[in-house]
């Protein structure tokens, strides 16, 4: 069985431009959770989508954006980079609504902005 | 609003021996489900293992083991017999009942000395 596969797995952008970054859950999931991991600010939660609607989001600026299709792949977007937005973004992927003990991240993928 | 502290940021231990990893947490809700993860230097988040808080039992799996003090509100994962291969970094986890939203400490970085 297919682990949770995020694409691309690096990316290097320059300040102002935009970002997508893509999520693909382990089949049969339907809860996708994305994550911001920086040395400073540690593991922080972006988002979280469940069936196509998103469910809880972080505390994060507009510029940060998802969504989820009717496949259950997520994309995240960030919009008019910042230098502090270098970090390593990973998605993590759940069975249910409410998954209790699932929740099963991809590698990552690592933005670095210059 | 929840909170997980890991107080230990980095520490040896020899290979073969066992090893204890702390993590206080603080929620007021009494439906939780705490995780421990391991993050190689590749970045990928592994699954290590969980505790919800109505659990009779401390969870275990296989060299893990998770000493689950509820009145204290602690979680220290237990790592027996270490190995090479368990240097990483680990990090305790925790959601609430409703969503998939994970709440993360700062990590313990471990290393496993020969």
Known sequence: ?114 | AQKITQTQPGMFVQEKEAVTLDCTYDTSDPSYGLFWYKQPSSGEMIFLIYQGSYDQQNATEGRYSLNFQKARKSANLVISASQLGDSAMYFCAMRKAAGNKLTFGGGTRVLVKP
């Open chain 1, 1 to 114: 069985k297919a682990g949770v596969t995020q694409t691309p797995r690096y990316l290097i952008k320059t300040r102002g431009q935009q970002v997508t970054l893509s999520c693909s859950p382990i089949s049969g999931h339907r809860s996708v959770s994305w994550y911001q991991q920086t040395p400073g600010q540690g593991l922080q939660f972006l988002f979280e989508y469940f069936s196509e609607t998103q469910r809880n989001k972080g505390n994060f600026p507009g510029r940060f954006s998802g969504r989820q299709f009717s496949n259950s792949r997520s994309e995240m977007n960030v919009s008019t980079l910042e230098l502090g937005d270098s970090a390593l973004y990973l998605c993590a992927s759940s069975k249910r609504e409410e998954s209790y003990n699932e929740q099963f991240f991809g590698p990552g993928t690592r933005l670095t902005v210059l």
